[in-house]
């Protein structure tokens, strides 16, 4: 079932691997095959341990197993079973004091009770009413919590200060991407829409919208590169960037944006901390490399230090989120609670992923940084999903897929911080003690023999 589970969600990846890595048709179904088989164990981690323990008082062993293995379990791209409740904001709010474990917890939770009750024996029904009254409390209580943050996020908004900000989508292919002969044009149409940018005070690329190679401590944009801004307005673009000699060992090449004032006076840069594999690194490349017929990989970005903001005047501190570090929730938290960043900006390149159903994912499991750090999540995307997310985890506005196109919303800077934000994954971490406890009782223990 795991296994199923990832190769229909995940079915885009083997086309991902083999544009990424330059492999053969067969042997990115080889490594996308390990791929679904080591995400899919996870499954039958969590059938073993529910074989072996049962379902417990209320039922709840297979919630506190779920959570612990969703917590843990090392993952490609993040997911969680709560992300299946992305378009039911009322039940997701939690998510500001317990991040989505909580709704993962609840769900896994009403299944489990479900199941009990309706294989369980005549003799138990009153047992099991009870059981599941209990739960419909609960869940009420999460509803009626989510339908209160709703109203009260919803006034913070209107009183924090605004923001204009035009995310620009030139909709690139990934066959003109990285293509020589399309550099000059890919950079021109990026120009030619940021020129219609009307009363924008932070205009926005995507992630490697300038293909050159950009020097770490450049201080001047060049002037072909430079759009026509408003004097009082910025440019946040993404780019390539390398440190050191370009010829020399000591060269090191990053993931980057770098934020500009309106005369492409460089003010600031960022990045990114985790790198994505099979993209910006192929994990076990040195040992790959060495098999026949695999090409050469070089050594791939370097991750960044931070979590450092992109600041304007007035108070506003974006967080940039490079590509899939929107989908970290440690990653969004640090930014809000190191660095007091009022702003969550996402700059990424999903052409990647081809018109499949990958970008719409990514946009939906991104969502949840919304919530849980109540800030404002703007997405700019080369091909799509370009979108603004509210507070709330609403998708307010968005862009259509693989066409260019110039996103202007205005954005509230809330201040402040949730309790997931100041305590990060206590629950987790509590339903993971819990589950140790639990395997601890059921580990049968040896008896000494009689004498």
Same mark, same amino acid.
């Given at each position: 079932?795991?296994?199923?589970?990832?190769?229909?969600?995940?079915?885009?990846?083997?086309?991902?691997?083999?544009?990424?890595?330059?492999?053969?048709?067969?042997?990115?179904?080889?490594?996308? &095959?390990?791929?679904?088989?080591?995400?899919?164990?996870?499954?039958?981690?969590?059938?073993?341990?529910?074989?072996?323990?049962?379902?417990?008082?209320? *039922?709840?062993?297979?919630?506190?197993?779920?959570?612990?293995?969703?917590?843990?379990?090392?993952?490609?791209?993040?997911?969680?079973?709560?992300?299946?409740?992305?378009?039911?904001?009322?039940?997701?709010?939690?998510?500001?004091?317990?991040?989505?474990?909580?709704?993962?917890?609840?769900?896994?939770?009403?299944?489990?009770?479900?199941?009990?009750?309706?294989?369980?024996?005549?003799?138990?029904?009153?047992?099991?009413?009870?059981?599941?009254?209990?739960?419909?409390?609960?869940?009420?209580?999460?509803?009626?919590?989510?339908?209160?943050?709703?109203? =009260?996020?919803?006034?913070?908004?209107?009183?924090?200060?605004?923001?204009?900000?035009?995310?620009?989508?030139?909709?690139?292919?990934?066959?003109?991407?990285?293509?020589?002969?399309?550099?000059?044009?890919?950079?021109? $149409?990026?120009?030619?829409?940021?020129?219609?940018?009307? *009363?924008?005070?932070?205009?926005?690329?995507?992630?490697?919208?300038?293909? $050159?190679?950009?020097?770490?401590?450049?201080?001047?944009?060049?002037?072909?590169?430079?759009?026509?801004?408003?004097?009082?307005?910025?440019?946040?673009? /993404?780019?390539?960037?390398?440190? /050191?000699?370009?010829?020399?060992?000591?060269?090191?090449?990053?993931?980057?944006?770098?934020?500009?004032?309106?005369? /492409?006076?460089?003010?600031?840069?960022?990045?990114?901390?985790?790198?994505?594999?099979?993209?910006?690194?192929?994990?076990?490349?040195?040992?790959?490399?060495?098999?026949?017929?695999?090409?050469?990989?070089?050594?791939?970005?370097?991750?960044?230090?931070?979590?450092?903001?992109?600041?304007?005047?007035?108070?506003?501190?974006?967080?940039?989120?490079?590509?899939?570090?929107?989908?970290?929730?440690?990653?969004?938290?640090?930014?809000?609670?190191? =660095?007091?960043?009022?702003?969550?900006?996402?700059?990424? *390149?999903? $052409?990647?992923? /081809?018109?499949?159903?990958?970008?719409?994912?990514?946009?939906?499991? $991104?969502?949840?940084?919304?919530?849980?750090?109540?800030?404002?999540?703007?997405?700019?995307?080369?091909?799509?999903? &370009?979108?603004?997310?509210?507070?709330?985890?609403?998708?307010?506005?968005?862009?259509?897929?693989?066409?260019?196109?110039?996103? =202007?919303?205005?954005?509230?800077?809330?201040?402040?911080? &949730?309790?997931?934000?100041?305590?990060?994954?206590?629950?987790?971490?509590?339903?993971?003690?819990?589950?140790?406890?639990?395997?601890?009782?059921?580990?049968? &223990?040896?008896?000494?023999?009689?004498?």
């Amino acid at each position: 079932m795991g296994m199923v589970t990832h190769l229909v969600g995940f079915y885009w990846l083997n086309y991902t691997i083999k544009v990424f890595g330059g492999y053969s048709y067969s042997l990115s179904a080889l490594i996308f &095959t390990l791929f679904i088989a080591g995400s899919g164990s996870s499954f039958a981690l969590f059938a073993f341990l529910v074989h072996r323990c049962g379902f417990g008082p209320l *039922n709840l062993f297979p919630a506190f197993f779920w959570v612990a293995i969703e917590f843990l379990y090392p993952s490609l791209f993040p997911w969680h079973l709560a992300n299946s409740q992305s378009q039911f904001p009322t039940l997701i709010q939690s998510s500001d004091l317990i991040g989505p474990y909580g709704t993962s917890f609840l769900l896994m939770w009403v299944n489990a009770t479900l199941y009990s009750t309706i294989f369980s024996g005549v003799k138990a029904v009153r047992i099991k009413l009870r059981e599941v009254a209990i739960l419909i409390a609960l869940c009420v209580a999460a509803l009626l919590y989510g339908h209160l943050r709703l109203r =009260t996020v919803a006034t913070d908004m209107q009183k924090a200060p605004a923001l204009t900000v035009a995310a620009i989508q030139d909709g690139i292919d990934i066959k003109r991407k990285w293509d020589i002969t399309y550099m000059e044009s890919n950079l021109r $149409a990026y120009l030619d829409l940021t020129r219609s940018v009307k *009363n924008a005070r932070l205009v926005v690329w995507p992630e490697s919208a300038v293909e $050159a190679w950009v020097p770490e401590d450049i201080q001047q944009l060049p002037q072909e590169v430079l759009p026509a801004l408003k004097p009082d307005s910025f440019l946040i673009f /993404g780019a390539r960037s390398f440190r /050191g000699n370009p010829r020399g060992p000591d060269l090191k090449a990053f993931n980057s944006v770098f934020l500009t004032d309106s005369q /492409g006076k460089v003010l600031d840069h960022y990045h990114k901390q985790v790198l994505l594999a099979f993209g910006e690194y192929i994990p076990f490349a040195a040992l790959l490399s060495k098999l026949p017929g695999i090409p050469s990989q070089v050594e791939g970005f370097t991750p960044g230090d931070g979590p450092r903001t992109l600041d304007l005047p007035g108070g506003v501190k974006a967080a940039p989120l490079i590509c899939y570090e929107d989908l970290m929730p440690n990653l969004a938290r640090a930014f809000v609670a190191q =660095t007091a960043a009022n702003l969550l900006v996402n700059f990424t *390149n999903d $052409a990647w992923f /081809g018109d499949t159903v990958g970008p719409w994912q990514h946009a939906r499991l $991104a969502q949840w940084r919304a919530i849980e750090t109540r800030r404002y999540l703007v997405r700019v995307t080369n091909t799509g999903i &370009t979108s603004i997310i509210d507070p709330k985890g609403e998708m307010v506005q968005s862009l259509p897929t693989f066409s260019p196109g110039v996103l =202007t919303a205005e954005v509230r800077t809330l201040e402040g911080q &949730t309790l997931y934000v100041r305590f990060g994954d206590w629950f987790a971490w509590v339903v993971t003690f819990a589950s140790l406890v639990i395997l601890a009782q059921k580990i049968p &223990t040896k008896k000494k023999a009689a004498p």
